[in-house]
């Protein structure tokens, strides 16, 4: 048995949902090598599928939530039309003949609207909680996995959409919560395994899930991933199979660097430690289910089905030849908070952090300066507004002007507010991690870098690095990424062929 998963970008419209469609049916009639491979005989037939929102609807629907906390009733009410549009055109593009059309439309104005009485009660209340976020978060994978799994009865697979919330039993964590593994082993086989012997298709939802009372929950951003994962292991599938835009794991991203090539074969530690530093096509918790039960993942491309991508395993083969990867990510914001005087300390600094954590702001790289009295946070742009105004609660800085835009070495405000603490925008920056592994090279990976740094004359804003000479990260102007970058993959010879 093989579950798989499908990314927001792999149904981000219509055509998208088709090529799924197209992918499942055609490895439901012929197979695929590695597919049949790998069922074991007296294994659990059948597959199951996990599929996210469709891109960018997750973003939009956190925006909403904002938005009716902030009382800006236009904004929620638009972005609950807009995802409306959007689904129903979906529905009509790939069932407009269909008898479920109308059916599946009707659930998605009944949920949409149940999203617009949602953020009416927000608006009420004025604030947003993170149990409020969650319910909100948890509205876009429904609806895809309802589209999809319409579209492969359409095509002749008989299919069904399911709650990960009767499956995925967590804590109470909410925007992160962790898996309670037995209660949910249970659950899969009881909801699932019948499901299966009688060659229905699940199609599951990923990210979300639900406490031990019923509450909806989330296992994070991204965790679609790691839904597959649990599926997996709850199932003791054969293999999980996630599916991206790219082919597998790469040394670089191939919109930068054309000469980018697939890692063939990874070891568990080295694609946590991959996924740890950014991967985009891998969430880091997703490994973990997979480990205890020794279960193999393949990273493949729903754009290019035929090749065969990254194949994650406990121990690789002997002979393979190890490579570092280059992660960089961009549309980050680097924003700087402290004193204009030496009373900042680590307690403001971990005040600034935690609220940011309840606020469901990811910070994806930080340096602490006592020396300048300050802490710099990189975020996503489009977290940026809600970083400023939550910090800005907290610390009395006024931040002037659009908060929106970015600010080139400056702040947005005076930064002078109280005349005790600073707050703004520093500007764009991009992140670039670097990861290697034991047995590249006798002196590790991180000196070889900086050489390569210093000699292409990339102006480092923050860097972070682990206990370790093998991975480092850091924060660089937005306009060198892609030279940077380029210029890495050439020094540290990966536009060699892969063995």
Not at 17 to 44: C, D, H, K, Y
Not at 176 to 187: F, N, Q
Not at 231 to 254: C, N
Not at 453 to 462: Q, S, V
């Amino acid at each position: 048995m093989i579950v798989h998963k499908f990314g927001g970008t792999s149904v981000g419209d219509a055509d998208c949902f088709e090529n799924v469609a197209e992918i499942l049916v055609q490895l439901g009639s012929n197979g695929r090598a590695s597919e049949r491979a790998v069922t074991a005989p007296g294994g659990m037939e059948g597959r199951a599928v996990v599929v996210s929102a469709m891109s960018g609807v997750t973003d939009q629907l956190v925006a909403g939530a904002r938005a009716a906390a902030a009382g800006m009733d236009s904004t929620y009410c638009s972005i609950k039309a807009g995802l409306l549009q959007r689904h129903l055109e979906v529905i009509q593009k790939l069932l407009g003949h269909s008898p479920e059309r109308l059916e599946l439309g009707g659930l998605v104005e009944d949920r949409l609207h149940d999203l617009e009485r949602l953020y009416r009660s927000i608006a009420v209340l004025g604030e947003l909680t993170a149990r409020g976020m969650d319910a909100v978060a948890s509205f876009g994978e429904p609806l895809s996995a309802s589209i999809l799994a319409a579209l492969l009865r359409n095509k002749g697979v008989r299919s069904q959409a399911v709650s990960a919330t009767e499956l995925i039993v967590t804590d109470s964590q909410h925007g992160g919560a962790a898996p309670l593994m037995l209660p949910t082993r249970e659950r899969l086989r009881l909801r699932l395994k019948p499901m299966l012997e009688q060659g229905l298709v699940p199609v599951i939802t990923g990210y979300i899930a639900a406490n031990e009372l019923g509450v909806t929950t989330t296992l994070g951003r991204g965790g679609s991933d790691y839904t597959a994962a649990i599926v997996g292991a709850g199932l003791d599938a054969d293999e999980v199979w996630i599916w991206s835009d790219v082919d597998g794991i790469l040394t670089a991203d191939p919109n930068i660097v054309a000469q980018a090539r697939t890692v063939p074969e990874l070891s568990y530690s080295e694609a946590a430690e991959l996924a740890y530093y950014g991967a985009d096509v891998l969430h880091p918790k997703t490994i973990r289910p997979l480990v205890e039960v020794g279960i193999p993942l393949r990273i493949l491309n729903s754009f290019h089905p035929q090749h065969p991508g990254t194949l994650i395993v406990a121990s690789p083969g002997a002979e393979r030849k190890r490579q570092p990867a280059i992660l960089s990510s961009t549309g980050l914001s680097m924003i700087e908070l402290g004193s204009n005087d030496d009373s900042w300390s680590l307690p403001l600094a971990a005040r600034a952090l935690q609220l940011l954590s309840e606020a469901g702001v990811d910070v994806l790289l930080l340096s602490q300066a006592f020396s300048e009295h300050s802490l710099n946070l990189v975020v996503r742009e489009q977290n940026q507004t809600h970083c400023l105004h939550v910090l800005q609660k907290e610390f009395n800085g006024r931040v002037n002007g659009d908060a929106r835009a970015s600010a080139s070495h400056g702040f947005l405000g005076d930064g002078r507010a109280n005349g005790r603490y600073h707050l703004g925008v520093k500007e764009k920056v991009a992140t670039v991690s670097v990861v290697g592994f034991p047995g590249w090279n006798e002196h590790g990976i991180v000196p070889h870098v900086f050489a390569a740094l210093g000699k292409h004359g990339t102006r480092l804003i923050a860097v972070a690095q682990a206990g370790t000479e093998y991975s480092v990260s850091f924060c660089i102007p937005e306009e060198q990424v892609a030279s940077t970058v380029r210029h890495l993959h050439r020094e540290l010879g990966l536009e060699k062929e892969l063995a």
